[in-house]
Nanobody, 113 residues
Framework: QVQVVESGGGLVQAGGSLRLSCAASVTMFMFRSMGWYRQAPGKQREMVAGISGTGTTDYADSVKGRFTISRDNARNMVYLQMNTLRPDDTAVYYC???????WGQGTQVTVSS
């Protein structure tokens, strides 16, 4: 069973930064790969960043060099640092296992031009 609570979203101007946080209740969290996903209006949900239990990361091409995923296994937390935000980053952002299972509420990120 997976329960997550995402936070940290908001409204930011283009070029700005946000840091998303995810409190995860996941069995054997330290061994599970986790990911951040997003869904923009009218588009399919996509994975933007993933991190293995040992810290190996991967990113969607659209966010490489701008977003950084990290985790704190002692606190069952996953983070997404988002820099140089663009209007096309506007979406609801979700934290989940990788591959995903149960979805949380997500957190809205809106980037104005």
């Amino acid at each position: 069973q997976v329960q997550v609570v995402e936070s940290g979203g908001g409204l930011v101007q283009a070029g700005g930064s946000l840091r998303l946080s995810c409190a995860a209740s996941v069995t054997m969290f330290m061994f599970r790969s986790m990911g951040w996903y997003r869904q923009a209006p009218g588009k399919q949900r996509e994975m933007v960043a993933g991190i293995s239990g040992t810290g190996t990361t991967d990113y969607a091409d659209s966010v490489k060099g701008r977003f950084t995923i990290s985790r704190d296994n002692a606190r069952n937390m996953v983070y997404l640092q988002m820099n140089t935000l663009r209007p096309d980053d506007t979406a609801v952002y979700y934290c989940n296992t990788k591959p995903p299972t149960d979805w949380g509420q997500g957190t809205q990120v809106t980037v104005s031009s």
